[in-house]
Nanobody, 121 residues
């Protein structure tokens, strides 16, 4: 069973930055696409950013230019650098491994506990 542990969340003011980390175990990390997702209260979980095994990245429109996803295969860890944070970025952030199925990336691992990000004055 794939296991994810997210960390790095916290309470910040608008405009500030956070760096999230996700340590993955029990997978062949270096060959997997990894995705960051978030779920705000009352909303469905949605993809924020992903990085493929060759380093290609995709971002949700709402975070383009502000968030950067990266990975360290030696540490089985994926990161999400979040700059210029906005109140609407408030959510629980999760990571997961993804498979490309019929042209769509689908999260396939077990969801971890996530890490809470709160952006507020």
């Amino acid at each position: 069973q794939v296991h994810m542990v997210e960390s790095g969340g916290g309470l910040v003011q608008p405009g500030e930055s956070l760096r999230l980390s996700c340590a993955a175990s029990r997978i062949s990390f270096s060959i997997n696409t990894m995705g960051w997702y978030r779920q705000a209260p009352g909303k469905q979980r949605a993809m924020v950013a992903r990085i493929t095994r060759d380093g290609s990245t995709n971002y949700a429109d709402s975070v383009k230019g502000r968030f950067t996803v990266s990975r360290d295969n030696a540490k089985n860890t994926v990161y999400l650098q979040m700059n210029s944070l906005k109140p609407e970025d408030t959510a629980v952030y999760y990571c997961n491994t993804e498979f490309l199925i019929d042209g769509t990336y689908v999260p396939v691992g077990s969801w971890g506990q996530g890490t809470q990000v709160t952006v507020s004055r």
